[in-house]
Structures are given as C-alpha cells and as structure tokens.
C-alpha cells in the first residue's frame, strides 16, 4: 500500500509501533559498526597506555593519544554508519521495500537520524568515560600545572572540546548526503572526501569575507573577539549544517519516493541480477577464464579505486605544495590530511578486493562453477595490487616534488605501511559477511597496528623494514582462507585460522627483529670476566660516600671537582687571569696555592679547580665552556686550548701548574692504594694532567721558562703511576659494575664512570641489557690491553671503535637517535672523550720531553 492511497495521518494509533520498529530495525543494522568502535576506543586506550608506558611518554602525551584516538573514531563512526543504513539497505533490497510500507518518507529518513545520532552519542560517550578515568589517575599522581589548567577548563579549551564533536556531526551530516546521492555505499565513502573539502574550503572562505568586510578582521588573528563576531563565526557553520540537513531530506524524499534517476537506477539493479544470454555472433569469441575475472575485476574495482587515486594525487600535490610555501600550521595540516586520506585510500582498495564478492554471496556463482581458488585470489588480489602500485606511485610524484626535504627511506617507509593496510584490508574484505562492514573494520584494524607495534618499532626504529613481513603472510592467509570462503565454509574453526593469521602477521616482524639481535650479540669471553672478578685490588682505608650526582670521598674536595663555585660563592674568571688580577688578590691566590702544593692528605681544601684553569687559560671566549666540565673536563680542556697564544708565563701561573701536577700525582698515588676511584681519575688527574702539560707547551722559549719547564716535568706522574692508575681504577669500577643489577624502577641506574647504560625505554629488555654488558666488557677489554701495553700511540681507529661500542652500549638499539635528542648534560658520555684524548696527551708528553 501506497503513501497516496493510505496517507500517514488516518493511522494515528500505529505510528508510534511504527516509528519503534523502524527504529528497532536501523538499531539492529548499526549494532556491528557499533560494537567495533566502541570496543576499539576501550582497546586502543589500553593498548595506546601500554604503548606509551613502555615507550616513556609523559603523562600529558598519553592523554593528548587517548584524546585523539576517541575523536578519530568517533568521526569513523560517523563517516561509516550513514553507508550502513542506508547503503546496505540499497543492496539488500529493503530499501525498495519500505515503499510499499504504510509509513511517510520523513519517517524513515528521521529514524535513520535519530539511530546514527545516538550512535555517535555513544562512541563519545565511552570515550570521554575513559579520558575521564585516565584523568583522574592522572590528577591523583604528582601535580602538574597542566593538571590544574584542565581542572579549571578556559573558555578556549571548552570551544575546542565543543569544536571536535560540532565535527563528528559535521561529517555525519556530509555522510548521509553522500549516501542519499549515490546508490553504492562505497561510492558514497569515496565521494566523501571532496564533499568534505569542498564544505570545510566553503566555511573558510564565507567567514574570512564575513570578518574581512563586515568586521575588518584580518582572518587567521586569533584575538579576543567580541560576542557579536564569535556568534557571526558560529553562525556560518550553522547555516551549513542546516543545508546539509535539508539536502538530506530532499535526497531522501527522491530515494524513497522513487522519482526521477533513482528508478532507473533500481531497475538497473534489478536487472543485474536477471539471467541473460549472451548474444550470438560469429565475431565475437569466448573469453578466457582468466581473462573474464580480470576484467570483472576492473569493472568492480576502477569505479572506485580511480576517484581514490585522483584524491590522494591531490593530497600528495597539495602537501608537497604546503611543505614549501606555507606556515608552519598549515604544513602540518596539509600533512595529517594528506595522510589520513592515503592510508584511508590504501585500506578502502584493499577492501575492495572481495567487496563485490561478498554482496549477496556472489562468490557461490563462481564455486558453483568449478573456479579454482587459487585463481579466483590470484585475479582479484592482482588487479587491486595493481591499483596500490598506482597509489605508492602518487605518493611517490609528491616526494619527487619536495626532493630537498624528503629522503628515499621515508618513501619506503610509507610504501610497507600503505603495503600492510592494503594486505590486512584484503583479508578482512573475505571474512565480514557485511561488505561495508569490512571496509571500516578493516579501517579499525589497521588503526590498531601504529599502537600494537608502535612502542616496539620506536626501539627498533632501524629495524622498520621487518613490518614488510607481515604484508607476504597476510596475503598467504586470505589465499589459504579463500577456498573456504568460497565454499562457505567461515564457521568458528575459519575465524580461528584468521585470528591465528592475523596474530602471526604482528609478531614475526617483531620475532624476526628480536631473532636478528640475540644472532648478532658479542660473543662473551668468560676467560677474561673470571680473570677480572679475580683481580687482587688494593682495599680502600676509607669507605667512600656518595651524593646524587657525583661520588666523593673526604680526600678529595668537592671546591677541586667544582667549575663554577668556591665556597658556595660564584666565581668570576676575570679575578684571576694572569697578570691582571691586582697584587694584593695575586699575594692571596700565591699563598692558598703554596698550601695546597703542601698539603698530602687532601686535594682542593685550599684552592678549585676553576681558580686554576682560569689563571692558565684566561680567555673569556673559552669561559662559557667550563660549564660543561662535568660532563667532558677533556673537551673543555680542548675547546679552551684553541685561543691560547705563546707567552711569558708569570709567577702565578707557574705555581697554578705545579699545583695541577700535584694533584694529579697525589690522585694517582691515592688510586693505586684504593682511597680513590675512577670518578677521581677522570675528573681530577687526568684533566689536571692535561691541562698542566698543555700551559707548558705554550710557553715561550727563553731560558727561564726553560728552567721552570724542566723542574716541573720532574713533577710528572711516571709512565708505570699513569699506566697503573688507569689500570686500577678501570678494574675497580669494572667489578663494581659487574655487580649493578638493572633496576630502573629503584631509580639505581647501571652506570659506569658516569655513563648510563640504556635507559627505561630500552632497559627492561633481556637481550638489550645482555647486549649492552658484552659491549662494556669488549671496550674496556681493549681498552686494558692499549693501557697496559702503553699502546696509545695507535690513534684515532682504535678511539672509534671504542666509542662505537661504548655508545651501543648506552643507547642500545637507538644509538645515533637517542643521542640526537638528548639534552640533558647528565646523559652525555664521560669515557668517550677521555678514551680519545688518551693519543693525543702522550703525544704532547713525549713533546713536553723534547723540548
């Protein structure tokens, strides 16, 4: 019965049974989209949070993910359930059925609203449930100020907060538009995007006039606008919210009413599915099997692949574009769209490989036939392949665009991530019985892998090429799963095998990885660890204590050890350069350096080491370096030598000297009795050493500088002190280090000299903290053989392959990024420097002799 023959309004009594059972059965049609999403915002939060702990982020940074993740899922959801509704409607032949129902159009089209409304309600629902509850944990840990910006929200993050779901609307509204125009739902979600743009440029562009004109507002100044202007600004979007509402329903009134186009359409769809016979003529040959299915294929898949592949042509241009000739802001927008759609385009492709096959169980036709699995995959996978191809090679015209800001290594990068969407697509297009289902599960799905593998990949980041594994074993399981599908045999032991497939595919990447690392360890050599742990060392008189950032004992002053300071009073360096600190300062300094030489149970009680090095170096252009002492005293040493010129020395200097070779010495002699240890070697005999020989290398030539230089190089360490000294201490640390244990939840970080070995991110791991002891053992074993066979002479190779390991040995597997990022001075390496000055201070010793 016909809407004209029994008009809504003499039905009073069953509207309301009605209206429910419409309601009922579009509720029922969107419980799969539904449950997808919402069980992927509960498992990417628990997945993103794992993630992100593993990977050290802060606690903002994991609540900026959690929040990004709900809304791009919400805006899935609102994308995906207006082709469900009524898309699938379309296919399955109940939308042609609601015609003859005694109930109005607007009904129908309400009903639909009303469903995906509270649909979308939903998902942001659950979400801000869980960005709730991760807050809370949050706020109840240690407080951060922008805990307490959040608790008292202003009015621009409640209009950000107001902005992103005012969006999920947005493009929930576009969505119904798309699907009420076009008859195919994948052709819906195709048309999309350019109606998205074209809408989001439209708003742009009428409120950029409207400010410009009616207000005189530079459009992009973020200022404080007044009520009228931001009530002008809401009301554009409004305006077109409004529109697309209206074009909803017009839309919906052509649909079920069926005028005009749209009974041509029905009847076409209805005679597609008629059995014809082919026409008979003598010129026309019978195709081959292969050939058939290709071209189906194409026929099925270029409708829609090709608009995707002009849209994300665009994307690409209009990045690389943004990537050389607009702001910052811009760029990043064009960027995350760009990459957005690419990613969508790779997964709706692959989706599209058994879409058509799916719709009403048209693959029966060809089982029923005698087609054989394997080619029925082959042609289908091939064609949509091909299509990837097509798109790796869009995005491949944007990177050739921007050669100078991009690198081959990116491309391949996004050619696996686009390679594994495309494959898992494939798979997920043959096991949901819903054909548009698939295409955003498979979305949802490929959603999980930047989450599922991301933490262990920002360990690994040289080891991304693994994820290309995954791409060949996805394809195997849908070839292996296909013979199934096609005989309809897709009960739980056919989900099992997917499941199985699909956890296959996300951990051999990851057991690949782990496999090459545990291959490629250093060989350990036992024989050495056991001569070591047995080395006889002097005990210590004293015990030695320790503060938070650097060891000390009651021999050595922390004034000797300080750059910066002397008595908790900050030190000017022009005070003590040379000749132009005034006598009565130069009498004071004269007499605490006599008492420091004289002094034998102590070092730095009378006078610091940054009094000493700025009466040597006294160069202003070297002063900002001494701040960096703590970390590298031998590259400050460096740094400081360059402005250095040949001169006369004057008494002060002389003395200041003398006094650095006491130090070193009396240090030496403490180290080899055990009262002192690597720290004292590293931060006071060997710089005080260095600097010492240095000054003295500067000095002009004259008969009393000869005489002074030839009295102090009697106060040099000896070969056998320097060589024994530096033996000791690295035994002695090296024991030491030995008996660390990893525990960075105690905050006790395993160390040597200073330098930290792995960091949370990467300790945790077995086979790292396996890896990273080899690496110390084999440096410090070359290291023993160069000191003890007073072997450094050898130079620069032997220094690099050092640092080589010793930075493996810090960083892990992120050695050379991890260092990159670092800005913390207590995370730069101590022995790294030393090692490679080692060459270079013998060789200005043996000078030092020869002049």
Known sequence: MSEQSLPLESLPNRRPSLMRSLAWKDAKMIVPLTVAIVIAVVVFNIVGLGASLLADLSSQNRLV????????????????????????????????????????????????????????????????????????IIANGPKETWVDDLLSPTGAEILQASTAVAMSFLILAISFVCSFLFRSPMAAVVAFFPAFVVIMLGISFVNEQMLEVGFGISYGRFVNFTPSVQAAMVAVPMVAFAGLIGMIYVLAWQRLRGQGRYEHWTARSQAAFQLHEAPVSMRLQRPSINGALFWQQIRHIGPFAVPLLIISLGCCLFASWNMSHSINQTRVLGLAFGSIVIGLSATWIGGLTFFSDNVRRRVAFFADRGVSPSRFWCTRVAVSGAFLLLLIGCVAIGFWMNQDKTSELSLVVIAIVLSIAWSQSVLISMVVNRPILGLFGAVVLWAIWPFSVGWFYAIYQDYFWTLGFAVPVLLFASWRLCRFWMNGETGKKFQARRIAYLALALGLPMFITLGHRYVTLPATDSVWRNQMRNQDLPAPKKLLAKTSWMPWSSAVSMDALSPLSRSGRTFTPANY???????????????????????????????????????????????????????????????????????????????????????????RQMIVQGDEGIETLLRVAEP??????????????????????????????????????????IIDHWQTFDRQPWDFDSGAVKNFAGDTMLTRQTGWLRIEQIRSERMVDQAIRDLLYRIESANHLAGDPEAVWFARRWKQAMFGPLDGKEELRITNVSRSSTMIPWVQSLSDHEQRINALYRR
């Open 65 to 136: 993910a959690s929040t990004m993740i709900c809304c791009l899922l919400s805006y899935l959801f609102a994308l995906g359930v207006a082709p469900t509704l009524v898309g699938n409607e379309e296919e399955a032949g109940t939308l042609a059925w609601l015609r003859t129902l005694p109930v109005g159009w607007a009904s129908v089209t309400l009903s639909k609203l009303w469903v995906s409304v509270a649909g979308l309600m939903l998902v942001w629902f659950v979400g801000g449930i869980l960005l709730l509850l991760q807050f809370l």
């Open 577 to 667: 350069v040379g000749r132009l600190a005034n006598e009565e300062q130069e009498k004071e300094l004269l007499n605490r350096i006599d008492q420091e030489i004289a002094e034998q149970e102590s070092i730095g009680d009378h006078i610091s080491w940054a009094e000493l090095s700025q009466v040597l170096v006294g160069s202003t252009q070297a002063t900002p370096w001494i701040s960096q002492w703590h970390t590298s005293p031998n590259r400050w040493i460096e740094i400081a030598a360059q402005d250095l010129l040949s001169y006369d020395p004057s008494e002060v200097q002389v003395k200041s000297v003398e006094a650095l070779l006491v130090w070193s010495t009396r240090a």
């Open 688 to 729: 005080s050493e260095q600097l010492a020989v240095l000054s003295m290398l500067w000095w002009n030539e004259s008969p009393e500088t000869a005489a002074e230089i030839e009295r102090l190089r009697e106060l040099l360490p000896t070969d056998q002190l320097r060589r024994e000294s530096r033996r000791i201490a």
